[in-house]
Nanobody, 126 residues
Framework: QVQLVESGGGSVQAGGSLRLSCKASGYTYSNYWMGWFRQASGEEREGVAT????????DSADSVKGRVTISRDNAKSTVYLQMNNLKPEDTAMYYC???????????????????WGQGTQVTVSS
């Protein structure tokens, strides 16, 4: 079975940095898209950044461009989300996700993904 385990969340002050990790197991990780999504209290889940693990192709939301970098270590079946210059509006539960198909039309859409981790909380104080 597919398992995704996030780590690296925590509480930071505005302007600080965090690196989130997502360890995948139970499937052939290197053939699929993986992504980071977030959901703030009372808000819909939104895409933050995604990556195609085979070739490193990536995309990110306009709201985080210049502050967020997604990367992967295929040997470790792990995807990272480096977040810099964090803002209070970045406060959310951050989820790692993957899909059961290699072909995907909208990489930043939560509806494109099949499997989800339990999430890791990021809290940014002003």
């Amino acid at each position: 079975q597919v398992q995704l385990v996030e780590s690296g969340g925590g509480s930071v002050q505005a302007g600080g940095s965090l690196r989130l990790s997502c360890k995948a197991s139970g499937y052939t990780y290197s053939n699929y898209w993986m992504g980071w999504f977030r959901q703030a209290s009372g808000e819909e889940r939104e895409g933050v950044a995604t990556i195609y693990t085979r070739d490193g192709r990536s995309d990110s939301a306009d709201s985080v461009k210049g502050r967020v970098t997604i990367s992967r270590d295929n040997a470790k079946s792990t995807v990272y989300l480096q977040m810099n210059n964090l803002k209070p509006e970045d406060t959310a539960m951050y989820y790692c996700a993957t899909t059961d198909k290699a072909s995907i039309v909208f990489p930043l859409s939560p509806t494109s993904y099949t499997y989800w981790g339990q999430g890791t909380q990021v809290t940014v104080s002003s």
